[in-house]
């Protein structure tokens, strides 16, 4: 599964809705996962690495709207919660803090 770790005001951005709601999601770590996406152009199947580095592009890039966007995909972001590890100790919320450490959009596919 190729995951895509967004913060809060990105998913707000993109406009995605949560797979499962918070006190409904029953997973041992609460996995924070919205529904899919697939970007809504430059992709063909978007099974393939290409097509799915094309949505991780179109996902992040500074000025993306939801209409870059279209649902179901093969990309399954993750939302972090606000505060980084410091408020959840997960790869979500590392994947985010460090790309933003890094001086990049907080971000990260894992």
Known sequence: LICLTLNEQRCKQL??????????NN???GTPFTLSIEA???VTTGISAADR????QAAVAGNARPDDIVQPGHIFPLKAQAGGVLSRA???EAGCD???MAGFE???VI
């Open 27 to 29: 997973s041992s770590h």
């Open 15 to 24: 406009d995605l809705a949560m797979m499962v709601a918070g006190v409904n």
């Open 53 to 56: 580095a094309r949505t991780v």
């Open 106 to 108: 907080p971000a990260a």
């Open 98 to 100: 460090l790309a933003k």
């Open 40 to 42: 809504a152009e430059g």
């Open 90 to 92: 997960g790869h979500t």
